[in-house]
């Protein structure tokens, strides 16, 4: 119920707070720009690491939904504050101007300070002002609800219709307050509304290669990784790569920096001999290479969905380091990306990476790191620095971003074998067909192994073509007959000889271990 003038500018307030962030949203999109990212930004940097891993652990992707919420709703929260003044302010001078005006210069100032763009500041200002202007009224606005039958007849000069000072008129009685000022609310959440439907996240990856030869070299790898892969009949299990579109992504903030190719430079520094520094176009200058990479979160449940692979257009990294550290005395380095994340690697596993500028066949996406990211072969996906701006060499170990919040931070990822709903198809004639990915990194996957008892008896699949690039997932196919309810347990062996291990562990704090199993029939 909305009884008094200030409870009355309070609900005002928040609804002024809310159109605010969606005002930003509508003029901005998800960018750095928008109002709700240095808060949001400011809680993933300040949250303590146990919090953090435990959020993970608990939450998985829903971690992200709670701290972006945070984020608007604290946003929210202060340009409803500065409203809220506002209209208080105009409680004294009893003029619906200085509501709109205050409210207004109020939220722009916060928008400004908050994202340094004054311009873009005028989509959080401009609904604040329209919410507080509309929605004001004076504290004399308020009447009696309803006239007492002792009452004499109304005089229609003064209580059918009052005037406020600054010459507007203001309607007579408390339900006449109640419906205005609800009115208001509601048009400021039918904003919210629409601004969230009427904006949407822009396309990534639509862009080709800029040099022919290049994106002719990546249509070729990604034919012949087509050509290796399994049939299967799914048509919803990925094939060999995966669309760009449904590659996993994962960052530490909701917001992606906003780099454009001719803006970008790498820096190499630390105890080297020579500081350098390298742009976009010498970096494309310089020996091109199309590399089929599969990226695993180490954040994934065992059989989680985090798990993709694409082909990858860049450069080489180790030619790069040779020529800051001709000698090699430094052991490690720590790279660094435009959002602020930071990882460590020994130099001699950071030499065999890989400076990435595009993604099947397409320019690198801004939710993969555009305009540059590195890609480690063999590491889990967390360790891949994206939109890379400096490498920073060293002679003594540090710990990187994951590693200060208590994970093992850049080891090598784990064998895994995946087997997902889709992956499950009863076929025409009764039997069932079992399909799935497999990944051990560099040491490449040999054999996966299906067993339809639980685990008392083992079957290998069919597994898709090896290909040169050791660094790959495989695909694998199984098909059984049934006869009632099947216990599916499916692992993988790597390379090397070695069983993918069936001691169940979760994520934290080096990545998901255990078998695969699903309940089939």
């Known amino acids: ?61 829903a971690g992200h939904l709670i701290h972006i919420g945070m984020a608007v ?248 380091i040779e020529s800051v550290d001709p000698q090699g005395e430094c052991d490690c380095a720590m790279l660094r990306g435009e959002d602020g994340y930071y990882v460590q690697f020994p130099v001699d596993v950071l030499a065999e990476g890989f400076l990435a500028w595009g993604m099947n066949g397409k320019e690198l996406p801004s939710g993969h790191g555009h305009p540059v990211r590195v890609l480690i072969p063999g590491h889990w996906g967390e360790t891949n620095v994206k939109w890379l701006s400096e490498i920073e060499l060293l002679s003594v170990e540090d710990d990187g971003y994951w590693e200060e919040r208590g994970w093992e931070g850049t080891g090598e990822v784990k064998t895994v074998a995946k087997l997902w709903d889709e992956g499950i198809t009863e076929l025409g004639d009764g039997r069932v067909e079992l399909a799935g990915h497999a990944y051990a990194g560099t040491r490449g996957v040999e054999r996966v192994e299906v067993s339809t008892d639980g685990g008392d008896s083992w079957t290998d699949a069919a597994l898709s073509d090896a290909l040169p690039d050791a660094d790959v997932w495989r695909q694998w196919r199984h098909v059984f007959e049934p006869d009632g309810e099947h216990e599916v347990v499916v692992r993988a062996t790597d390379g090397t000889g070695t069983l993918q291990s069936g001691e169940e562990s979760g994520s934290v704090p080096s990545g998901a271990s255990g078998w695969v199993r699903r309940t089939v029939g």
């Not at 928008?34 to 891993?53: E, K, M, S, W």
């Not at 904006?199 to 249509?219: C, H, I, K, V």
């Open 73 to 320: 709703a604290a946003v929210a929260g202060l340009f409803g504050a500065v409203a809220f003044a506002g209209l208080r302010v105009a409680a004294r001078t009893e003029r619906r101007a200085t509501a709109a005006a205050a409210a207004g210069g109020g939220a722009w100032l916060l928008a400004a300070a908050l994202t340094g763009v004054s311009i873009g500041a005028l989509g959080a200002a401009l609904p604040a002002a329209a919410v507080a202007g509309v929605g004001w009224l004076p504290p004399s606005a308020d009447g009696p609800a309803s006239p007492s039958p002792s009452d004499s007849a109304p005089d229609d000069a003064s209580d059918r219709e009052r005037i406020a000072a600054d010459g507007s008129r203001l309607p007579a009685g408390v339900d006449a307050v109640r419906r205005r000022t609800l009115g208001v609310v509601a048009g400021a959440l039918g904003f919210v509304v629409a601004a969230a439907g009427g904006r949407r996240l822009s396309a990534a990856g639509d862009d080709p290669l800029p040099d022919a030869p290049r994106s002719e070299g990546a249509a070729v790898r990604l034919q012949e990784l087509d050509a290796a892969g399994l049939a299967f009949e799914s048509d919803d299990l990925h094939d060999m790569v995966s669309p760009i579109g449904e590659f996993y992504n994962v960052d530490i903030a909701e917001f992606d920096p906003e780099v454009t190719a001719a803006e970008w430079s790498l820096t190499f520094t630390g105890e080297t001999e020579t500081d350098r520094t390298v742009t976009f176009d010498e970096l494309v200058d310089r020996p091109v290479e199309h590399r089929a990479i599969t990226l695993r979160c180490v954040g994934e449940d065992l059989n989680g969905r985090k798990l993709d692979n694409a082909v990858w257009t860049g450069t080489p990294i180790r030619p790069l």
């Open 1 to 61: 119920m909305i009884n008094g003038p200030k409870r009355r500018d309070a609900l005002l307030a928040a609804a002024a707070g809310a159109a605010a962030v969606a005002g930003s949203y509508l003029a901005t999109g998800w960018t750095p720009s928008f109002v709700v990212r240095p808060v949001d930004q400011a809680i993933v940097n300040l949250t303590p690491g146990p919090v953090v891993t435990f959020a993970i652990a608990t939450f998985g992707d």
